[in-house]
Nanobody
């Protein structure tokens, strides 16, 4: 079973940067699509960024709210996916979760979730 561990969260001032990491225990991590999602207090969990599996070209996609500021990437040799977050805003404050799921065409499994890492951006 895949286990995911997020790290890299913390407290940062507006305009600052953080890099989140999602490390997987599964050696075939490269076959999974990986998503970063976030959940602010009292709100639903929202999709932030996606990177497809290595075999499908590691294509990235972003929520409009983070385009141009966040970058998702993967290092399959290290079984790790990163989320580089620049120009952070107070509204980026949330618990950030990574999710790894196997997709075949447009059909994806529920997959695996990490425990989350807190990101707090002060104004």
């Amino acid at each position: 079973q895949v286990q995911l561990v997020e790290s890299g969260g913390g407290l940062v001032q507006a305009g600052g940067s953080l890099r989140l990491s999602c490390a997987a225990s599964e050696f075939t991590f490269s076959i999974y699509e990986v998503r970063w999602c976030r959940q602010a207090p009292g709100k639903e969990r929202d999709l932030v960024a996606t990177i497809t599996s290595a075999s499908t070209g590691s294509v990235t996609n972003y929520a409009d709210s983070v385009k141009g500021r966040f970058t998702i990437s993967r290092d399959n040799a290290k079984n790790t996916v990163y989320l580089q977050m620049n120009s952070l805003k107070p509204e980026d404050t949330a618990v950030y979760y990574c999710n790894a799921r196997y997709c075949s065409g447009s059909i994806c499994s529920y997959g695996y979730w990490g425990q989350g890492t807190q990101v707090t951006v002060s104004s």
